[in-house]
């Protein structure tokens, strides 16, 4: 069964970096199969909104335009886990935050991250 267990947020001040992990059970990153794990994030109103991705298989990621240049997705094969460093954080990036793995249409439980001063 496919599980992700997203942590690591919490409230900074804007500026500020913050740094998301989710961990991911039921599947391999390390075997033959190449998986895209997602980073999506969604205010109350407004529907969920695509951040970044990562191929599990060779690091290939792509980001949005309003995260560019300020947030990084990683993975550790080793350990199956999927991180998105959150750096010069802006009160707009206040959020849910939610991993996915597409393939199996599983999402997290979500993060809150909160920017504000």
């Known amino acids: 069964q496919v599980q992700l267990v997203e942590s690591g947020g919490g409230l900074v001040q804007p500026g500020g970096s913050l740094r998301l992990s989710c961990a991911a059970s039921?599947?391999?990153?390390?075997?033959?199969?190449?998986?895209?794990m997602q980073w999506y994030r969604q205010t109350p109103g407004k529907e969920r909104e695509w951040v970044a991705s990562?191929?599990?298989?060779?690091?290939?990621?792509n980001y949005a335009d309003s995260v560019k240049g300020r947030f990084s997705i990683s993975r550790d094969k080793s350990k199956n886990m999927v991180f998105l460093q959150m750096y010069r954080l802006e009160p707009e990036d206040t959020a849910v935050y939610y991993c996915?793995?597409?393939?199996?249409?599983?999402w997290g439980q979500g993060t809150q991250v909160t920017v504000s001063s």
């Open positions: 039921g599947f391999t990153f390390s075997g033959y199969v190449n998986y895209i």
């Open positions: 996915s793995a597409p393939r199996f249409g599983s």
């Open positions: 990562i191929s599990s298989k060779d690091g290939t990621t």
